[in-house]
């Protein structure tokens, strides 16, 4: 994928967050693993109320003081082909993934629009994400219960995306990981 010119892996997504929100601690022994020279790119959505307002960035890192025995990997299970009929109320929609090693499930970070009602993961030899969304009267977050409702990067559309957390090896990085292991068949 290329961003402001430039080649850009999804797959290295170093974090995902929202204003308020807490930020990302792991247990000793574990980090993040940026690349030096590593461009961090920042996607902020904004979303319009009628009113002028200003916003002041920030972003603090702490770095480990040790090598890590571990590292995070930040993944994701999407859905993006969903079709949210009008007035639906409690619209199911699902993802299935097969993580290819071992690793060590950290955190869950579910990312819906307005719409979303419910969200679930469920972890076994598979993971599943399972959202449900409300394109009702009854939302009232809801900008139009009439329209039906696709993926889209729009605050009036829906995304449906199951981020989480692994810990893997330190010496395994993001590509490495998604290399099936005889042991892991």
């Given at each position: 994928?290329?961003?402001?010119?430039?080649?850009?892996?999804?797959?290295?997504?170093?974090?995902?967050?929202?204003?308020?929100?807490?930020?990302?601690?792991?247990?000793?022994?574990?980090?993040?693993?940026?690349?030096?020279?590593?461009?961090l790119?920042?996607?902020?959505h904004?979303?319009?109320?009628?009113?002028?307002?200003?916003?002041?960035?920030?972003?603090?890192?702490?770095?480990?003081?040790?090598?890590?025995?571990q590292?995070?990997?930040?993944?994701?299970?999407?859905?993006?082909?969903?079709?949210?009929?009008?007035?639906?109320?409690?619209?199911?929609?699902?993802?299935?993934?097969?993580?290819?090693?071992?690793?060590?499930?950290?955190?869950?970070?579910?990312?819906?629009?307005?719409?979303?009602?419910?969200?679930?993961?469920?972890?076994?030899?598979?993971?599943?994400?399972?959202?449900?969304?409300?394109?009702?009267?009854?939302?009232?977050?809801?900008?139009?219960?009439?329209?039906?409702?696709?993926?889209?990067?729009?605050?009036?559309?829906?995304?449906?995306?199951?981020?989480?957390?692994?810990?893997?090896?330190?010496?395994?990085d993001?590509?490495?990981?998604?290399?099936?292991?005889?042991?892991?068949?």
């Open positions: 994928m290329k961003m402001f010119g430039r080649r850009y892996s999804p797959i290295a997504t170093c974090c995902w967050s929202r204003p308020g929100s807490s930020p990302d601690q792991w247990p000793g022994g574990i980090a993040k693993c940026i690349p030096a020279r590593s461009d790119v920042f996607q902020i904004y979303t319009t109320d009628g009113q002028a307002a200003t916003d002041q960035t920030a972003v603090g890192m702490v770095f480990a003081k040790q090598p890590p025995r590292r995070v990997l930040t993944l994701q299970l999407t859905n993006h082909s969903f079709v949210i009929p009008p007035e639906a109320d409690n619209f199911r929609v699902q993802v299935f993934g097969t993580p290819p090693n071992d690793a060590t499930l950290l955190s869950f970070f579910p990312h819906m629009r307005l719409r979303g009602k419910r969200f679930e993961y469920d972890i076994g030899t598979k993971l599943q994400a399972v959202a449900w969304f409300d394109n009702s009267r009854n939302n009232p977050h809801n900008p139009d219960p009439e329209a039906t409702v696709r993926w889209g990067g729009q605050t009036y559309e829906e995304m449906m995306v199951g981020f989480f957390d692994l810990a893997v090896p330190a010496s395994v993001e590509w490495q990981y998604f290399v099936r292991h005889a042991s892991a068949q």
